[in-house]
């Protein structure tokens, strides 16, 4: 049974920085892509960062390029993301996601619950 349980999430001061864990668990970490998906309130889904299998590619949304940066540990199944510098516009539902291969943008098929991620300004 696939599970991606998320972690970190919390209250952060603009400019700040916060890191978000998610623990993947019922699959083989390191044979499918995953990304971060985040929901602002009252607003839909927007994709913020996809890796692939081996982590030797990255790809971000503009608006994070450059402040966000996505990473695996395969060994330990954890997918990460390291937010700096954030804005009040990351104000968010982090949501990890696993690819359905090893591309990097391949469709997602599970879901975690989600972190809160709340930037005061």
């Known amino acids: 049974q696939v599970q991606l349980v998320e972690s970190g999430g919390g209250l952060v001061q603009a400019g700040g920085s916060l890191r978000l864990s998610c623990a993947a668990s019922g699959f083989t970490f390191s044979s499918y892509s995953m990304s971060w998906v985040r929901q602002a309130p009252g607003k839909g889904l927007e994709w913020v960062s996809f890796?692939?299998?081996?982590?030797?590619?990255?790809d971000y949304v503009n608006s994070v390029a450059g402040r966000f940066t996505i990473s695996r540990d395969n060994a330990k199944n954890t997918l990460y993301l390291q937010l700096d510098r954030v804005k009040a516009e990351d104000t968010a539902v982090y949501y990890c996601a696993k690819g359905g291969s090893n591309w990097i943008h391949a469709a997602v098929d599970y879901w975690g619950k989600g972190t809160l991620v709340t930037v005061s300004s």
């Open positions: 890796i692939g299998a081996s982590g030797g590619i990255t």
